[in-house]
């Protein structure tokens, strides 16, 4: 009895939350969808992550899995929506969380994963990726969006050419703010997964170069940052040709790779002393 008692009050109280949330945001439009989670803690996180004041609305049931999403349909749409829940580490029927999200996450909001989200996830990219919306105060294209990330990086790279230490760790730190100001929320669908994947140690390596004048240790986080970079670049929309080269001496010859916008090998890793060592692996256009 007490049982049946709490769902009701329970019951009231979400269509009483989705009426407000109707009459808080304009355009309205309401769609469901089955986002995974287990507790009262999952609903608080993900009901933060999807709301979005006076734009975007959300009210997820812990005993259904399903979301009620109102949405101002001049601002934003469900998959801007559900990219911020995948962000705070859960996954949904059309977005799978970053690992790293997941596993962020409380023991008691670590929620039995299901393998056909995955799937699900990149059908939608190739779905949608022509269809988003940028939500209201975004103003910057996806195209434009990861620029300046870009040009930092190629500015960090002739700085390692010139092994130039000082140079090189105050590039480095605009590089770090750069990636801190990328609006997840406006790149595409592809770029945006391809992000969520490899944003975590592209801030890590920047930093670590950052935060020393010694021009090894830069250069060993310069060998991981280009891979994770390369990540991206190769799903973004390119204005130029680049050329992803290959250093077959560094780190014993262990190898490391790096982008430029210049066809000729310039060689970060060694500077003036081997310059031209390296070869040219693949041209992303």
């Given at each position: 009895m007490k049982n049946s008692i709490y769902k009701i009050v329970m019951g009231c109280g979400f269509l009483l939350s989705i009426t407000l949330a109707q009459g808080q945001v304009k355009n309205a439009k309401t769609e469901t969808v089955k986002i995974m989670g287990n507790c009262g803690m999952c609903k608080a996180i993900i009901e933060k992550a999807g709301n979005k004041s006076k734009i975007a609305a959300l009210s997820w049931d812990k005993d259904s899995k399903i979301a009620t999403i109102?949405?101002?349909?001049?601002q934003t749409n469900q998959a801007q929506i559900l990219k911020r829940?995948?962000?705070?580490?859960?996954?949904?029927?059309s977005f799978l969380a970053p690992t790293d999200a997941y596993n962020k996450l409380p023991g008691c909001c670590q929620y039995e994963r299901e393998l056909k989200v995955a799937e699900k996830t990149?059908?939608?990219?190739?779905?949608?990726?022509?269809?988003?919306?940028h939500e209201g105060e975004v103003s910057t294209s996806k195209e434009e969006?990861?620029?300046?990330?870009?040009d930092a990086y190629f500015s960090l790279?002739?700085?390692?050419?010139?092994?130039?230490?000082?140079?090189?760790?105050t590039i480095a730190a605009d590089l770090f703010q750069k990636l801190n100001a990328v609006k997840m929320e406006a790149l595409?669908?592809?770029?945006?997964?391809?992000w969520m994947k490899v944003m975590i140690e592209l801030k890590e390596d920047a930093e670590h170069i950052a935060g020393t004048q010694d021009i090894k240790h830069q250069r060993d986080h310069f060998a991981t940052l280009s891979t994770k970079m390369y990540?991206?670049?190769?799903?973004?929309?390119?204005?130029?040709?680049?050329?992803?080269?290959?250093c077959p001496m560094y780190n014993k010859g262990a190898a490391a790779n790096w982008l430029s916008k210049e066809e000729p090998i310039k060689n970060p890793?060694?500077?003036a002393k081997m310059l031209s060592c390296g070869s040219t692996l693949e041209i992303l256009k």
């Open positions: 109102i949405f101002d349909s001049t829940v995948a962000l705070a580490g859960y996954d949904s029927q990149e059908i939608k990219m190739d779905d949608q990726k022509n269809q988003e919306q969006q990861l620029n300046p990330v870009f790279h002739e700085a390692l050419v010139q092994s130039d230490s000082k140079k090189t760790a595409s669908m592809k770029v945006h997964m391809a990540e991206l670049v190769k799903v973004s929309n390119l204005t130029v040709p680049v050329y992803y080269n290959a890793f060694y500077g």
